[in-house]
């Protein structure tokens, strides 16, 4: 089945350090969401893109749907412990089923 | 307070014997879906359902079943559980349509297939 690009597949950050991550496709999508999975836990959802272009924050995060619609961005600034966990992009197309295709995830592991 | 409920958390089972995870829904969704968890491969779909009595094959159907009859409930069931089945399970749901906020996640089900 198909899935998302998504780099780096981990990193380790210091502290108080910014993180990018992003996710390509070969398709177009209407929709892009953000999802952190903490260890031991199901994803939950970090943020929600509906329009080619749009930037959408959520306190320290910022995620942007890529004007190619083929594409999307999450930033972390100024990075804490509890950032640490693994991230995945999900990108809805516009047909059939809506069905949502997942990234493979970027690992991030913080050092105090 | 709205959520998905899957069960049980873990579980340990052998080749061959036949096992069911539950799923729960206390949102109205109408979309429910299982998605395994396998390090390197992300999220892969095993089947989804759009609405009672209406199920689909994802990416992974191989070796597992579902049945929705009621909305609110999704369960998983491995007729004949083998060791690549060994796996950490989600159950998802999500309302329908475009400009959804997208699926809602279980804590997950690790299973291992002795």
């Known amino acids: 089945g198909q899935q998302l690009n998504q780099s780096p597949q981990s990193m380790f950050i210091q502290e108080g350090e910014d993180v990018s991550m992003n996710c390509t496709s070969s398709?177009?999508?209407?929709?892009w969401l953000w999802y952190k999975q903490d260890p031991g836990e199901g994803p939950v959802l970090l943020i929600a893109?509906?329009?080619?272009?749009e930037l959408t924050s959520n306190g320290r995060l910022t995620a942007q749907f890529g004007i190619t619609r083929k594409d999307s961005f999450l930033n972390i600034s100024a990075s804490i412990p509890s950032d640490v966990g693994i991230y995945f992009c999900?990108?809805?197309?516009?047909?059939?089923?809506?069905?949502?295709?997942f990234g493979t995830g970027t690992r991030l592991k913080v050092l105090a | 307070e709205a959520q998905v409920t899957q069960n049980p958390r873990y579980l340990i089972t052998v080749t061959g014997k036949k096992l069911t995870v539950t799923c729960s829904q206390n949102?109205?969704?109408?979309?429910m879906s299982w998605y395994r968890q396998d390090p390197g491969l992300g999220l892969r779909q095993i089947y989804y359902?759009?609405?009672?009595?209406?199920?689909d094959k994802g990416d992974v159907p191989e070796g597992y079943k579902v049945s929705r009859k009621e909305k609110r409930n999704f369960p998983l069931i491995l007729e004949s559980p083998s060791p690549n089945q060994t796996s950490l399970y989600f159950c998802?749901?999500?309302?329908?349509?475009?400009?959804?906020?997208?699926?809602?996640f279980g804590s997950g089900t690790r299973l291992t297939v002795v």
């Open positions: 893109l509906y329009k080619a272009g």
């Open positions: 398709s177009i999508f209407n929709t």
């Open positions: 359902s759009m609405n009672v009595e209406v199920t």
């Open positions: 998802a749901s999500r309302s329908q349509g475009l400009n959804n906020y997208g699926y809602t």
């Open positions: 949102m109205n969704h109408e979309y």
């Open positions: 999900a990108g809805q197309g516009n047909s059939g089923t809506y069905k949502y295709i």
